[in-house]
């Protein structure tokens, strides 16, 4: 596999959406509910998606008949993970969030030792603690040794809860249930693919809006800055960055594309510093340093 030009776009693209998703959803949380938020960003997203896919909707029986595992993959993907991510938004920077993201190897091994007897390799398991590492060092503000007594910012926790589901999602992903290993499932492109997660995810998404909505009623401060903000969160990191991430790892392989990732914090760290005027601390370059290394060591 040669790296060219055109698929180094390909990987790059979808980190900096990702990143822009955080700084965004940092910038609309006094405008919107988050989880009212993550309700209007997917059904804007199934709304815009719903052209190219309406052969498959034309065939609702494929949707019906393999509702729990679509099920399960919109609920821990769509209405748990980026809910998650948009409420730790609330009390933790885009940098924090995007760092502590880039913690998934940890997450990803210890869910498939655990639940799918996926017993990782040593190398896997230094790496995992080199990334870990950096997780700790911006859990605990650059001081190690305050996390014996270390406060979490709810932001923190919550973002730990969402990486967590989406390392579930991601093995039920590459494991996935009857009706949905390949053979079983039918012919779908990539855009019915996501379609297909979308219904469901979508409904999950507008049930916990309308919870949000009877527990913490607040407005929604509609603003062209608002519409905008959704308009991206619905085009970038939903649409175009799966679609140019799974061109990208279809060429690529997976081990390559996983180095692409830890752009992310590093294009948060800058959008943040142009957009909010927050300039990163050094515990966030070393963090970012421990996190790529333990990548770097696990991928070898």
């Not at 040669?2 to 006094?30: E, H, I, Q, S």
């Amino acid at each position: 596999m040669k790296l060219t030009p055109r698929l180094a776009l390909l990987l790059t693209l979808p980190p900096l959406l990702w990143a822009g998703n955080a700084v965004v959803g940092r910038l609309v949380r006094d405008a919107i509910p988050p989880l009212t938020l993550n309700f209007l960003r997917w059904l804007l997203a199934l709304a815009l998606l719903a052209p190219f896919t309406l052969p498959l909707l034309r065939r609702p029986r494929e949707l019906l008949s393999r509702w729990r595992g679509l099920a399960w993959l919109g609920f821990l993907g769509m209405g748990c993970f980026n809910a998650l991510q948009y409420l730790a938004l609330h009390t933790s920077s885009p940098l924090t969030v995007t760092l502590i993201t880039a913690s998934m190897p940890v997450w990803m091994l210890a869910v498939g030792a655990v639940g799918y007897g996926v017993r990782p390799r040593p190398r896997q398991l230094a790496g995992a603690g080199l990334s870990l590492a950096g997780v700790a060092l911006v859990i605990a503000r650059g001081e190690p040794a305050a996390l014996l007594a270390v406060h979490f910012v709810p932001g923190d926790l919550l973002m730990l809860l969402a990486i967590f589901t989406w390392a579930v999602y991601s093995w039920m992903l590459a494991r996935p249930g009857p009706g949905l290993r390949p053979g079983e499932r039918p012919d779908w492109n990539w855009a019915e693919a996501l379609m297909a997660q979308l219904v469901y995810g979508t409904a999950f998404s507008g049930l916990a809006a309308g919870a949000e909505r009877l527990v913490a009623p607040a407005d929604i401060h509609w603003s062209p800055a608002l519409l905008a903000a959704l308009a991206y969160v619905a085009v970038g990191p939903s649409l175009v960055a799966y679609r140019c991430w799974g061109r990208g790892v279809a060429e690529a392989g997976p081990a390559t594309a996983a180095f692409f990732v830890n752009l992310t914090p590093l294009f948060a760290a800058l959008i943040s510093a142009v957009m909010l005027g927050t300039a990163p601390a050094w515990y966030h370059a070393a963090a970012f340093v421990l996190i790529a290394a333990g990548i770097v060591v696990s991928s070898r």
